[in-house]
């Protein structure tokens, strides 16, 4: 498993927060994710032989209204 640590801009509230998680939870490959509005982050736990973390970081949840950058990632 790997865990990354993603700066979220776009977010105005913890509606958004929750629209992000809502969508990621549902990708394949993702064990455990939180998303904060107040600290602008995410972080994902995710197995890394089911999903790569470009195809987290370009997921259609941030091509629109919100962005991603990677801060971190680390094996756990």
Known sequence: MKKLVLKISG???DGC???IKSFLSGVKGIQKLDVSYPDKRGVVVYDPEKI???DILSSPIFKGTYGAEEVEEMII
Do not use: H, N
Request: hydrophobic share 45%.
């Open 11 to 13: 977010m105005t509230c």
């Open 17 to 19: 927060a929750t629209a």
């Open 52 to 54: 790569k973390k470009m």
